[in-house]
């Protein structure tokens, strides 16, 4: 592996393939839909091959590789290695040093996508300067697995085979060799690529923050389904060890259901999740911190009192929560030993519950009231 020191070199290899298929795909696409329409059959095929290799990236490089949220087996590493390697996006250990360098670093001169240095940057710019070289540290449990090695150092060829290999079955399916390499490769990489590109521009520009405001990552519905759920980012940036990056039922998050699903027929295994009430005391230090930035904003009237009563409030939540989660851990483990604790545990956690659903309401009360209140004119000052 590389050593541990960065490549600021122009990187030509990134910069003239990137630049080749778009100038291709600009050349050709209005020449071939001026000779013929694609057929159905063309589009459909071309759009399951883009749905299958993002899907591989999210749902194989990103939750499985990335950050390790669940385990599988072996046939179902080799489909998204197969599918994740047609998206030509680099190899799972170059994918996951640049990553986790992000997660660690984000918003920083060492972070490889930094979204502080623009859209541009942050969207394809650096992959073309200053590109990182994977780097040991950053993915040391995965340098172990030989199948990755291997993906690794033969990426080059493995990208040019599937590919050719996609090409030949559109091929096979159409007969329309000219359809089959402009929208099946070109448009289909075009695609691929720029929705995965969103993820670390605009997911770190435009829209909500709503559990953490820490970092530029936004919570963004049009991007979820653009990017097959990456769109829910400002959640991924707080729980980055989650396997979900939507975690409501109706939240547009497609791995989310793929991981569950082979969780229950037994294909995936230590799936990870984060605790509810965890994910509560994260939404309060949140909306504590909003409140704050309100009452900033009002000049000194109240200033002291209302910052008084957000400190105590969001203090008797946050430790509620807390003991909630406690107990709920306890009274897990000892229904599993069916110990005589349980009745007790389970009489606190209906105590606790009923309590933090008061304290809820009343924060919820208080944060609407002190959010209405807007700022109070100063007089201007008198002339002598």
Request: contains cysteine; charged residues 20%.
């Given at each position: 592996m590389p050593s541990d020191t960065p490549d600021t070199r122009i990187d030509w290899t990134n910069l003239l393939f990137i630049g080749g298929y778009h100038v291709a795909l600009i050349v050709l696409l209005p020449i071939y839909l001026m000779e013929r329409a694609p057929s159905w059959e063309l589009v459909?095929?071309?759009?399951?091959?883009?749905?299958?290799?993002?899907?591989?990236?999210t749902t194989g490089y990103h939750r499985l590789y990335a950050h390790r949220t669940y385990k599988t087996n072996r046939f179902i590493e080799a489909v998204l290695l197969f599918f994740g390697t047609m998206a030509v996006q680099g190899s799972v250990l170059q994918w996951s040093s640049d990553h986790r360098m992000h997660h660690k670093h984000v918003d920083s001169d060492d972070d490889p996508y930094n979204a502080e240095k623009g859209f541009w940057h942050s969207h394809m710019l650096w992959m073309f300067t200053g590109r990182r070289l994977v780097r040991d540290r950053w993915v040391h449990d995965l340098i172990k697995d030989p199948?990755?090695?291997?993906?690794?150092?033969?990426?080059?060829?493995?990208?040019v085979l599937v590919n050719i290999v996609a090409i030949a079955v559109l091929w096979a399916i159409t007969g329309d060799l000219l359809g089959a390499i402009v929208v099946g490769f070109l448009a289909r990489l075009f695609l691929v690529h720029h929705c995965t590109w969103f993820i670390n521009s605009l997911a770190h520009m435009w829209g909500s923050k709503p559990y953490s405001t820490e970092h530029s990552a936004v919570n963004n519905f049009i991007?979820?389904?653009?990017?097959?759920?990456?769109?829910?980012?400002?959640?991924?940036h707080t729980f980055a060890g989650d396997y979900r990056n939507g975690i409501?039922?109706?939240?547009?998050?497609?791995?989310?259901?793929v991981i569950w699903l082979l969780k229950k027929v037994g294909l995936a295994r230590d799936v990870k999740q984060v605790n509810h009430l965890t994910i509560k005391r994260k939404l309060i230090n949140a909306d504590k911190q909003m409140l704050l930035d309100h009452i900033r904003s009002l000049g000194q009237a109240h200033h002291d009192a209302l910052v008084a009563r957000v400190e105590e409030m969001s203090t008797q939540l946050t430790t509620q929560y807390t003991a909630l989660k406690t107990v709920s851990d306890a009274y897990a483990q000892a229904k599993k030993r069916k110990d005589e604790e349980m009745t007790y545990l389970r009489g606190r956690m209906i105590e606790l519950?009923?309590?933090?659903?008061?304290?809820?309401?009343?924060?919820?009360?208080?944060?609407?009231?002190?959010?209405?209140?807007?700022?109070v004119p100063q007089p201007a000052p008198q002339r002598a």
């Amino acid at each position: 592996m590389p050593s541990d020191t960065p490549d600021t070199r122009i990187d030509w290899t990134n910069l003239l393939f990137i630049g080749g298929y778009h100038v291709a795909l600009i050349v050709l696409l209005p020449i071939y839909l001026m000779e013929r329409a694609p057929s159905w059959e063309l589009v459909l095929a071309s759009w399951a091959l883009w749905t299958l290799s993002l899907m591989a990236i999210t749902t194989g490089y990103h939750r499985l590789y990335a950050h390790r949220t669940y385990k599988t087996n072996r046939f179902i590493e080799a489909v998204l290695l197969f599918f994740g390697t047609m998206a030509v996006q680099g190899s799972v250990l170059q994918w996951s040093s640049d990553h986790r360098m992000h997660h660690k670093h984000v918003d920083s001169d060492d972070d490889p996508y930094n979204a502080e240095k623009g859209f541009w940057h942050s969207h394809m710019l650096w992959m073309f300067t200053g590109r990182r070289l994977v780097r040991d540290r950053w993915v040391h449990d995965l340098i172990k697995d030989p199948v990755l090695r291997f993906q690794h150092k033969y990426f080059a060829p493995l990208m040019v085979l599937v590919n050719i290999v996609a090409i030949a079955v559109l091929w096979a399916i159409t007969g329309d060799l000219l359809g089959a390499i402009v929208v099946g490769f070109l448009a289909r990489l075009f695609l691929v690529h720029h929705c995965t590109w969103f993820i670390n521009s605009l997911a770190h520009m435009w829209g909500s923050k709503p559990y953490s405001t820490e970092h530029s990552a936004v919570n963004n519905f049009i991007l979820s389904l653009l990017t097959f759920g990456e769109g829910y980012h400002n959640y991924h940036h707080t729980f980055a060890g989650d396997y979900r990056n939507g975690i409501r039922w109706y939240q547009f998050d497609p791995p989310k259901y793929v991981i569950w699903l082979l969780k229950k027929v037994g294909l995936a295994r230590d799936v990870k999740q984060v605790n509810h009430l965890t994910i509560k005391r994260k939404l309060i230090n949140a909306d504590k911190q909003m409140l704050l930035d309100h009452i900033r904003s009002l000049g000194q009237a109240h200033h002291d009192a209302l910052v008084a009563r957000v400190e105590e409030m969001s203090t008797q939540l946050t430790t509620q929560y807390t003991a909630l989660k406690t107990v709920s851990d306890a009274y897990a483990q000892a229904k599993k030993r069916k110990d005589e604790e349980m009745t007790y545990l389970r009489g606190r956690m209906i105590e606790l519950r009923r309590s933090v659903s008061q304290d809820m309401q009343d924060w919820k009360r208080f944060m609407n009231e002190t959010l209405s209140m807007e700022a109070v004119p100063q007089p201007a000052p008198q002339r002598a």
